[in-house]
Every structure is written in C-alpha cells, then in structure tokens.
C-alpha cells in the first residue's frame, strides 16, 4: 500500500473546457462527414447538391436516406458505405462527449476509494 494521494479530482471548469474541446472536435467531425456525404451523393447518387447534404444529414442524424437514388449500383454501395460510416462517427462523437464525465466520475470514484482505505 501507497501513502501517495491520488491526483486531484479536475476542477469543474477543467471538465467543462476539455468537453469544450471535444464539442469542437465533433463539430469537426460531422462538418467533415457532411462534406464527404454531399460528395458522395452528388457524385455516385446522381443527387442535386441540396438532395445530397439532405441525405448525408439523415443518415448522420440516424434517420435513413430520403428519395430515390440514382446512379445505378454505385449510388447504392455509396450510401451503404455511408451509413455505416454514420454509424461509426455518431459512436465516435458521443464517446468523445461523454469522455470527460466519466474521467470527473472516475477520478471521484478513485479518490473516495483511497480515502476509505485510510
């Protein structure tokens, strides 16, 4: 057993800042998706620029595509790739939103721990 004292528990505005930061970071992430998306949709869809970000929004937003999809097959393997794509950066983003709650959590539960063990 260690005399050492955990580090201390980050400060609320620690938290809140670095969720800041990892806010910014999903914005990012989805203004990237949502580019890639529209793209995708005009270019293998066949999609006008306004049908296209519509879908890309739907499908990051979980909903599903809207409308017909045109371009044959390429259109189809581009939005089945895109909505797995979705899924993955919603997981993403909420793990990098919830990561600094459960770090405060963590650190508080770690803490309380030691000082039980004292």
Known sequence: MSNRRPAEVPMHAHVLQTFKRNAGYGGLAILASMVIGTVGFHAFAKQEWIDAWLNAAMLLGG??????????????????????????????????????????????????????RD
Do not use: C, T, W
């Not at 650190?107 to 721990?113: F, G, K, Q, S, T």
């Open 63 to 116: 909903m599903g595509p809207i409308g017909e999809l045109q371009g044959g097959n390429g259109g189809k393997v581009f939005a089945s790739l895109f909505a797995l794509y979705a899924g993955l950066v919603f997981l993403v983003i909420a793990a990098l939103l919830l990561q600094p709650v459960f770090h405060h959590v963590l650190h508080r539960y770690h803490l309380e721990d030691d000082e039980r």
